[in-house]
């Protein structure tokens, strides 16, 4: 379902936007953005991913720019950064920017993200694109800032199906 | 000075509720990255308070809540959830948290959160101030008894003239 892919990531990339603009003060270049359905998408340097599960079944993935990760590291560090700790740093906010954002955005999934369950974000090392067959769709966003690009998607089964039953706990 | 340990399996959460505490005033003693670090922590150093994540692979800071409150009855800990998590801090509660913060964590939501766990720390501060107020103003009345005493000799010096 084309519609489930679109709702969702809308959601995310509407969450992101406030998070980077409102509470982080990133200057962005725009507020608006489009949903895109590539065949392929090429990764920037820093990538998290996150498994979507419980009622939906899909991945999140959301690839930064290095010099905006710098940024939104800077932004939501406590104090100054070592420049040794500066990689790990950025590897842990790129996640937990987009386990943020995620969890923030779940209640506004279909059936309100009912029985939505997400794990623990990881990093994608060395990756460089992420390619869809026939069974699949990707669905992706772009947030333009003043300093890099931010890329959203979800990787998903081509019939996107929201299940009503709970998961099992 | 409280002794905690900070358990989140992010590390920049770590890092800067660390530094956060570490400015607060209190010592923190370990961090741990899941709830069977956070349970090994705990046996080892018996802090006073712990800071919790809920989302954590291995164990989650619900489950490793229960099993802390089983070694001790008595252990303080704070849950750190996002928005959306709601069901589960009512599950961490009953589980036998102490309190929540809501991220994003800012120094001020951490220093009222373990106020509330420990009313005594807001007392024991409140003390230091007025003690802190008291030898300032004391330090005040000396340089104005010196300043006088010297305006004195100067006038003594006049005099001798």
Redesign the interface.
């Known amino acids: 379902m084309k519609e489930s892919n679109e709702h969702i990531l809308s959601s995310i990339t509407e969450r992101t936007i406030t998070l980077l603009a409102d509470?982080m003060q990133i200057e962005l270049l725009s507020r608006e953005f489009k949903l895109h359905f590539p065949n392929k998408i090429e990764l920037h340097p820093y990538t998290a991913m996150i498994g979507i599960g419980g009622t939906l079944s899909l991945m999140f993935t959301m690839s930064f720019e290095s010099n905006i990760l710098s940024d939104l590291?800077k932004a939501?560090?406590?104090?100054d950064i070592a420049a040794d700790e500066m990689k790990?740093?950025k590897?842990?906010?790129a996640?937990?920017i987009a386990?943020?954002v995620l969890?923030?955005a779940?209640?506004n999934f279909p059936n309100k993200?009912s029985g939505v369950t997400?794990t623990?974000p990881v990093m994608v090392e060395c990756g460089k694109s992420i390619s869809k067959n026939s069974a699949t769709t990707i669905t992706t966003s772009i947030i333009n800032t003043k300093n890099g690009d931010i890329t959203l998607a979800t990787i998903s089964p081509e019939n996107l199906s929201i299940t009503s039953r709970r998961p099992q706990c | 000075m409280l002794s905690v340990v900070v358990v989140d399996d992010s590390l920049i959460l770590r890092r800067n509720i660390s530094k956060m505490l570490v400015d607060l005033g209190y010592k923190v003693v370990a961090e741990a990255r899941d709830g069977n670090e956070a349970i090994m922590c705990y046996n080892k150093y018996s802090p006073d308070l712990m800071t919790m994540d809920i989302t954590m692979p291995d164990m989650d800071g619900i489950t490793a809540v229960r099993e802390i409150k089983k070694i001790s009855h008595a252990a303080k800990i704070i849950m750190v959830t996002s928005h959306g998590q709601e069901d589960m801090v009512i599950g961490a509660i009953k589980a036998g948290a102490s309190g929540y913060i809501l991220k994003p964590i800012t120094t001020d939501k951490l220093d009222k959160a373990i106020e509330k766990v420990f009313p005594e720390i807001k007392m024991i501060r409140n003390e230091q101030l007025q003690a802190a107020k008291e030898a300032n103003l004391d330090a005040f009345v000396d340089i104005e008894t010196n300043e006088e005493l010297e305006s004195e000799d100067d006038d003594l010096k006049v005099d001798e003239d």
């Open positions: 509470e590291t939501f560090a406590y104090g790990a740093m590897e842990s906010v996640c937990e386990n943020t969890g923030n779940i209640p993200g997400i623990p």
